[in-house]
C-alpha cells in the first residue's frame, strides 16, 4: 500500500504487540510465529488466509492519526468494500514513480501464483499472508485493497495510488475499501488528469494538495502495509 502512510510500517511488529493493539487473535496457524512484517519482506509465501471480516475493521478501527496516536479516525466508520472504477475518484496524491508502478506490474500481479486465488491485484481481495521473509524467518503480512474515503459525497482515494493508476490505465475496476464517517482528511482531493509521472519522488510537500500531515493515517500502527 502506497499513499499516505507516513507512520508506515517499516518493520516488524511482535505478536504480542499488534495483538494487544488490535484485540485480535491472529487465525490458528500450523506454525508459531511471532512477528507481522511489511507484505514486501516476504520473499517465500507458504500460505495464504482469506482475511475475515470482522479482522480486516479491526485492522482499521486501531489505525491512528499521525498527530495524535489517540485518535482513532475509523473507530466509528462504516466499512465496505466494493469494485471501483479508479477514474470515479478524487486523488490525493499529486505523483505515481515510473519504478514503483513497474515493479508492482512484475512483482505484485504474480506474487500469489500457486494458490487458488484471484491472480493481479485489481481483484485481489484482504488476505493474511504467511511467508518466510530473507532471513528464512517466518512472519505474517497483511494484503489489504486500496482505501477510498467518502468525503462530502465524493470517493477519495487515501491509499492504493499507483494500484489504481495502473488498474485505471488498462481501463477495468479494482478490489477497493470503502471506508465512510472519518475525520477530516490530511490534504485535499484532485483529478487524475494533474497527477504526474515521476522518476523520483517529490519533496513530503509537494506529494499532496494542502498538507496537514497531522491528519495523515498511520495504517502501519496496526500492522497494515501491504
Given amino acids: 500500500m502506497f499513499t499516505l502512510k507516513t507512520s508506515a510500517m517499516k518493520g516488524s511488529i511482535i505478536r504480542s504487540e499488534f495483538e494487544a493493539r488490535t484485540g485480535l487473535r491472529i487465525p490458528a496457524i500450523s506454525l508459531d510465529i511471532n512477528c507481522i512484517v511489511p507484505l514486501k519482506d516476504i520473499v517465500k509465501i507458504i500460505d495464504l488466509k482469506i482475511m475475515p471480516e470482522q479482522y480486516l475493521e479491526a485492522l482499521l478501527r486501531n489505525a491512528t492519526l499521525e498527530g495524535d496516536s489517540t485518535v482513532q479516525p475509523y473507530k466509528d466508520s462504516i466499512i ?21 508502478y513497474q515493479r508492482l506490474i512484475e512483482n505484485l500481479s504474480g506474487l500469489f501464483d500457486g494458490f487458488y486465488t484471484n491472480s493481479g491485484f ?42 489504481n493508476f495502473i488498474t485505471g490505465s488498462i481501463g477495468t475496476t479494482i478490489e477497493s475499501i470503502i471506508i465512510r464517517k472519518t475525520c477530516k482528511p490530511p490534504c485535499e482531493f484532485g483529478q487524475w488528469k494533474n497527477v504526474n509521472v515521476v522518476e523520483a519522488k517529490p519533496p513530503r510537500d509537494q506529494r499532496f494538495l494542502n498538507l496537514e500531515p497531522y491528519y495523515f493515517r498511520n495504517l502501519g500502527y496496526t500492522g497494515i502495509d501491504g
Fill in 80 to 100: 465496505e468494500h466494493h469494485r471501483i472504477d479508479p477514474r470515479s475518484l478524487m486523488v490525493a496524491q499529486t505523483f505515481v514513480e515510473r519504478t514503483k
Fill in 122 to 163: 485489481a481483484k485481489c481481495t484482504a488476505l493474511i499472508v504467511v511467508g518466510e521473509t530473507a532471513a528464512q524467518a517466518l512472519a505474517i503480512a497483511h494484503y489489504l485493497p486500496p482505501l477510498i474515503e467518502i468525503h462530502k459525497e465524493r470517493p477519495c482515494l487515501i491509499d492504493g495510488t499507483h494500484r
